[in-house]
């Protein structure tokens, strides 16, 4: 498979990039915020190749471009450099989406507003304030919380104005990981997968009565779904319009999540057990105990030994095909090149903002 390894010097825990901004958590727990198209004028800077600009800009395009290593110092990273936050703690989940930070931590939850454009951060909002593992964030301001031992709880606010009584119970049981994107949301939980549907979001442009919008809006702000259990499954996730579940017998189903399409795919049996799963637009990244692999057909890849941490991102557009490894000294971002017949991958474009 085609594909383009940056290697950013430096001890890490973890990284995520949103809207033309790299956010890299250090040793010391402070969150810095680096500008990425700096960090790509470096890298051209290093290696001339023609169309690499093009491709850290706007990673999701397919390419037969194959770099095996680009190396930026950490004398050159400070030149990025755009702001920083001091967490004091190591986060259990970070998430950008619809430019607001997300931080879970033993803390619990809190916001921050995000200025794009300037890389910096404002507001502060303390949404839960109890132990929270995973986060998951939606349109309109919501978020999904996975809380240990207190289960999953979703953060839906009814007015402008944020409010910690409009968290909801989702479900009691034991949570580390969830994932809410378009109108699905799932929660891994000690018991098994559950999922929900939600109504769509309405649209404004839709409604030609304005009034007529906002009574829909109030309906879907309020909407409580039903709860059911994905029972063969032991881990489940979303792509783009793809909903993807890996069952107990080690096969992998990749629904359409509008239901009308099933596909099966089987995996060879993997060394360990399986702690997490997700999916990029180039395939399914599998993490057992002691390696991490690369699900593209039938023989999982795999591409590392065990990882300080990693990360995908499977709601940004351009960066759709990124694999963050963090390893002792330094943080991996590979990109790697998709095709079209990659069922365990996804259409970028297929990407739900509104949900």
Request: with cysteine.
């Amino acid at each position: 498979m085609a594909s383009l390894n940056l290697f950013i010097e430096g001890q890490f825990l973890d990284s995520y990039i949103y809207s033309g901004n790299l956010f890299l958590l250090d040793e010391n727990y402070v969150l810095s915020i680096y500008k990425w198209d700096r960090l790509v004028e470096i890298a051209t800077q290093i290696n001339t190749s023609e169309g690499l600009e093009s491709l850290l800009k706007d990673s999701s395009q397919q390419f037969s471009l194959d770099i095996n290593e680009i190396v930026i110092t950490s004398e050159d990273l400070k030149t990025a450099f755009s702001s920083r936050l001091d967490l004091g703690v190591w986060p259990s989940d970070i998430n950008v989406f619809a430019n607001i930070l997300y931080i879970s931590s033993e803390n619990g939850v809190i916001r921050y507003d995000l200025d794009y454009k300037k890389g910096v951060l404002g507001s502060k909002f303390l949404i839960f304030d109890e132990v929270s593992f995973s986060i998951s964030p939606n349109s309109s301001n919501r978020v999904a919380i996975a809380a240990g031992k207190s289960g999953v709880l979703t953060f839906v606010p009814k007015t402008k104005n944020l409010s910690r009584n409009y968290l909801k119970e989702f479900t009691f049981e034991s949570c580390t990981d969830v994932d809410w994107q378009s109108t699905t949301l799932l929660a891994n939980t000690a018991l098994g997968v559950k999922r929900a549907d939600f109504i769509p979001m309405p649209i404004y442009s839709d409604f030609d009565d304005k009034q007529d919008f906002y009574v829909k809006f109030k309906e879907f702000k309020e909407f409580t779904p039903k709860l059911h259990s994905k029972e063969h499954s032991e881990h489940s996730w979303i792509g783009g319009d793809k909903l993807y579940s890996l069952n107990h017998d080690q096969t992998i189903i990749v629904e359409d999540l509008n239901k009308k399409t099933v596909v099966t795919s089987v995996i060879n049996k993997v060394e360990n057990k399986v702690i997490k799963v997700k999916s990029s637009s180039f395939g399914a990244i599998l993490e057992t105990d002691d390696s991490l692999y690369i699900l593209r057909s039938e023989e999982p890849q795999k591409v590392y030994g065990e990882p300080v941490n990693w990360r995908v991102f499977p709601r940004a557009k351009f960066y759709s095909n990124h694999l963050h490894i963090i390893s002792d000294d330094h943080i991996e971002i590979r990109i790697i090149s998709s095709t079209n017949n990659d069922t365990l991958g996804f259409n970028p474009d297929k990407i739900d903002l509104n949900g």
